[in-house]
């Protein structure tokens, strides 16, 4: 299972991205699609996650501002970010945990992107 992620870059304060992961491989299902980023001399943290049966969970620090979103056919999932802080710049990881791939019946957890730039200027 591979995850591509795209959609990083540059903006000033208050300004929006998108951030896109498709995953690909022999996948049956996956439980859970999101994001987690990783700030310069920080702990790689939760930003957002979706399950398979549409829960969602938000960093205190995104809710009201990020949306996550996942389209289930494509195993595709994306961030929408708007009202970006400075604080918001970190490296951005595509996740996906408890997947089932096919011809296997254990599911399969910790697989990652390859990470994605955001930066946000005041």
């Known amino acids: 299972v591979q995850l591509q992620a795209s959609g990083g870059g540059s903006v000033h304060t208050g300004g929006s991205l998108r951030l896109s992961c498709v995953a690909s491989g022999k996948i049956f299902s996956i439980d859970r699609m999101g994001w987690y980023r990783q700030a310069p001399g920080k702990a790689r943290e939760l930003v957002a996650v979706?399950?398979?049966?549409?829960?969602?969970e938000y960093a205190d620090s995104v809710k009201g501002r990020f949306t996550i979103s996942r389209y289930m056919s494509n195993y595709t999932v994306y961030l929408q970010m708007n009202s970006l802080k400075p604080e918001d710049t970190a490296v951005y990881y595509c996740?996906?945990?408890?997947?089932?791939?096919?011809?296997?019946?254990?599911?399969?957890?910790?697989?990652w992107g390859q990470g994605t730039q955001v930066t946000v200027s005041s």
């Open positions: 979706k399950t398979i049966s549409g829960t969602t």
């Open positions: 996740n996906a945990d408890k997947v089932y791939v096919r011809d296997s019946d254990h599911p399969q957890y910790g697989f």
